[in-house]
């Protein structure tokens, strides 16, 4: 009796091997992309919120006020500010805050300034002047550009009434 001989076939083939590596392979990397976008939108989302507090800081200490004593809100020192870092804002303001906060505010820094506007068109438009405040921080961090937050507030002069207010980001 001559009887057949069954190869056993419950192994995988080697192109079975290569397919399901390659299959592996490309979910690990999505999951490797995903990771790193996921930290780059968390970084970006840490130094946002820190702008927002040096625009916080800023606003305390330079306040828009409600009257101004100049004849022109452009060259007025109490609507424009001059670059300031945020660490400066922190001592002008005395405010106790710890060493990590601290190094948070490095590289950041706060300005204010009043758009020019033609005669004729602000007392078109009821003496509204736009005032910007800009938060800036980064650059030059590894080929890095400087990364902007733009507070805009209309102020009327007049009155003495802020109207209305935008954010725009760079």
Known sequence: MTGKKTKDNSGFT???VLIASVIL?????????????SQRMMLSSQRFEIGQRVFAYGEMLYPIPQEIT???????????????????????LDLDLSPQDLKDLEGYYFERTVDEIEDEERDRNGHIYTVRSTISWGGNLRGMKPETETIIKLWRNKNGQSSTTASSGD
């Open 70 to 92: 100049s004849s022109d809100p452009v060259d007025d020192e109490q609507l424009n500010v001059e670059r300031v870092s945020a660490q400066e804002l922190v001592r002008l």
């Open 25 to 37: 392979t490309l979910g690990m990397l999505s999951c490797l992309a995903l990771f790193t976008q």
């Open 14 to 16: 080697l192109i079975e």
